[in-house]
């Protein structure tokens, strides 16, 4: 029976190094110091259970390696004038590499590139710390994916927050019953999905691209003279034909565009898979707008409107422990203000309603379609069967109305309770991530709507498609 015991322990212990899962949960299996096994397969130092255990766990986030499939990783396209960069814990910018490692998502460590100011202090090279005041924007690389589908027809039953399955795959998935669907690209279309098959993330090949960049930030500088940068105030008060046209002109040869709902989608699942931070990204609460804060653990979030302000008392930079819980890989490394700081308008609105926007029937056809997400003409406030099939709305259901601390009732979705406010004929343009005093209603997977005027708590966000 001993030797029985031993080899079961071995076992388990050997598959802790594939998956940082098993940790927690042999963890809570098996606490008693005492009893002893057999270390030869699972390679450990400690002859005790416990003590294999706690040396497991700080091997945990090597372990994802091999659970993970990051040699496909698509290899970041580095277009026009985009420097590939590693940041250090402290914000520290340097020249990377790329003949060595520079990034690794199977240890959350997104890849980062920058553009830099017109006139540099210096002509930066491989290895050189690149000065804040020459960096103009900093953006993440997003490498296409597929993704398990698990709420294709927005149904009642219970799908609470769980971390996403993703496999990176430059290839588009096809129908193969019970395996994998070709990707319905239009609003309340599902295809031929079902649940539990894999489906090519929609917004690559919206693009046809293996990957894009998004701004590491809410955008700063001004509306004509675009800049992402972290400690700034963003971007607000704009139309979304402004945001929409200044965004298409940051970068006309690295496709530069204001980012769409599925873009936006992308990022999220991501942040909420193995890859990424795998739960909700923090607030930014600071009421200046000031991009990458991050809100202190002690001030009550959980309620609507939550706690916010300027200054240590109530945030800390991105470059902060505090800081990295609102990144989307919860460390330096990824993209920020995805929850709180402001509502970030979206390039995706109802088919042929343009509300305030200042686009118009005749203007917006200077763009191609492929720019938008468009929503059915018929859509409402909750219909959420209108949804993209990966665009981070109708997928985070079901949905419960109920009474905020405001005495206010509104429509929240099973993911952490995030508002959720789809497209109507009245407000016609989809925002997202809400605005730094809105508390329990924020988050990656909140989604709202506005008429596309201006605005003081709109935003929006940057995308390259090299």
Known sequence: MESKVKQLLSFVLGGLLMTSVSV??????????????????????????????????????????????????????????????????DGVVTYADTTQEWYNYCKKEWANAIHLIDNPSKEYKIGDIILESDIRSYFVWIPKYKYKLWNVNV??????????????????????????????????????????????????????????????????????????????SSIQN?????????????????????????????????????????????????????????????????????????????????????????????????????????????????????????????????YDSKYFDVYLSNSTESSYQNRILGDATGEMGPFVTFTDGDGTSRPHNKWYSNNSLFVDSSLPWLNRGAAHYDGVLTGQFYFGRYTGTSYSTRSFRLVLTP
Not at 165 to 194: L, Q, V
Not at 330 to 340: L, W
Request: with cysteine; aromatic share 10%.
């Open 24 to 89: 927690y949960a042999v963890t809570t299996l098996y606490e008693a110091k005492e009893v002893g096994y057999d270390n030869a397969i699972s390679g450990t130092s400690n002859t005790d259970v416990q003590g294999a255990l706690d040396e497991l766990y700080e091997l945990s986030e090597n372990a994802t390696t091999i659970t993970g499939n990051c040699n496909n990783v698509a290899k970041p396209n580095l277009g026009t004038d985009l420097i590939p960069v590693t940041l250090s814990d």
């Open 155 to 232: 149904s009642d039953t219970l799908t609470l927050a769980h971390s996403i399955d993703i496999i990176f795959d430059t290839n588009n998935t096809t129908d193969i019953e019970g395996e994998s669907c070709a990707t319905p690209m239009t609003s309340g279309e599902s295809g031929e999905c079902d649940n539990g098959e894999y489906m090519t993330h929609p917004a690559f090949i919206s693009m046809d691209v293996d990957g894009f960049w998004v701004g590491k930030f809410e955008p700063t500088g001004s509306i004509s003279n675009i800049t992402v940068k972290p400690n700034q």
């Open 238 to 366: 704009q139309t979304v034909y402004n945001m929409f046209v200044n965004a298409y002109n940051y970068s006309r040869e690295n496709d530069s565009h204001m980012m769409k709902n599925t873009e936006w989608g992308a990022v999220a699942y991501l942040s909420h898979s193995i890859y990424g931070i795998s739960g909700e990204v923090n607030i930014n609460n600071n009421s200046s707008y000031i991009t990458g804060m991050s809100s202190l653990l002690t001030l009550n979030q959980s309620i609507y409107p939550g706690t916010y302000g300027n200054g240590s008392n109530y945030n800390m930079p991105y470059n902060s422990e505090i800081g990295y819980l609102a990144s989307t890989t919860g460390n330096i490394t990824g993209t920020y203000d995805m929850s709180g700081g402001a509502n970030e308008y979206m390039a995706s609105y109802i088919s042929e309603n343009y509300g305030e926007s200042g686009f118009n029937a005749t203007n917006i056809k200077n």
